[in-house]
Each structure stands twice: as C-alpha cells, then as structure tokens.
C-alpha cells in the first residue's frame, strides 16, 4: 500500500514527504565529488515561502552511516541516474518522475 504524502507546516517553511516522483525512503544520487560515492534516501523536500528558498533533506552517507543533510533541488537525481561514476539524465528538479496515469 503507497503511503499518502506527508505534508507539515512550521510559519513560512513546507515539508513535504513526496516530491516530483520521489518519497520519503527512496534511493536518490546526489551531483558532488564526494557525495556521489556515498548512498543517500530522499526525506522531505522543504520550501521557505517567505524567501522562496527551497531544498531537499536527505539521509545517508557512507556504508553505514545515517547522517541528515540538505541539498539543493537541482543536486538531486533519481537513484538509476548513476552510472559507474558518472550521472546521466537530468536532475529531478528538471525532470521529475512523475507515474503515467
């Protein structure tokens, strides 16, 4: 069963469990030196309305690791971008992965 979208509000600042195809729990890559041989899982994507600054919290790290970080949206691929070292495809903040209805 697919779990609803999470949406919670503090003042300015949204947090939400769903974003562009994405939900909390789900393997994603992050564009970066470093953080591209590390594993990560999608969180929440958050939104300041305030400032309109927006970023997405994600978990994970090294091998056994389960450090919280966050990222700029355009960072963020789905987890088959990767490819042996490299990333192909767009970010999902380009193209998300949205179902077909």
Same mark, same amino acid.
């Given at each position: 069963?697919?779990?609803? $979208?999470? %949406?919670?509000?503090?003042?300015?600042?949204?947090?939400?469990?769903?974003?562009? &195809?994405? #939900?909390? +729990?789900? /393997?994603?890559?992050?564009?970066?030196?470093?953080?591209?041989?590390?594993?990560?899982?999608?969180? $929440?994507? %958050?939104?300041?309305?305030?400032?309109?600054?927006?970023?997405?919290?994600?978990? &994970?790290? #090294?091998? +056994?690791? /389960?450090?919280?970080?966050?990222?700029?949206?355009?960072?963020?691929?789905?987890?088959?971008?990767?490819?042996?070292?490299?990333?192909?495809?767009?970010?999902?903040?380009?193209?998300?992965?949205?179902?077909?209805?």
């Amino acid at each position: 069963m697919r779990q609803r $979208a999470v %949406v919670t509000r503090h003042g300015h600042v949204v947090r939400s469990t769903r974003w562009n &195809g994405v #939900r909390a +729990g789900d /393997a994603v890559v992050v564009d970066g030196v470093k953080e591209r041989r590390q594993h990560w899982v999608f969180v $929440a994507h %958050v939104v300041n309305e305030s400032t309109n600054d927006e970023w997405v919290e994600v978990r &994970g790290g #090294r091998v +056994g690791e /389960a450090k919280g970080r966050s990222f700029r949206p355009e960072a963020i691929y789905p987890g088959s971008a990767k490819k042996g070292s490299r990333l192909v495809g767009m970010s999902l903040a380009e193209a998300p992965q949205l179902p077909i209805p």
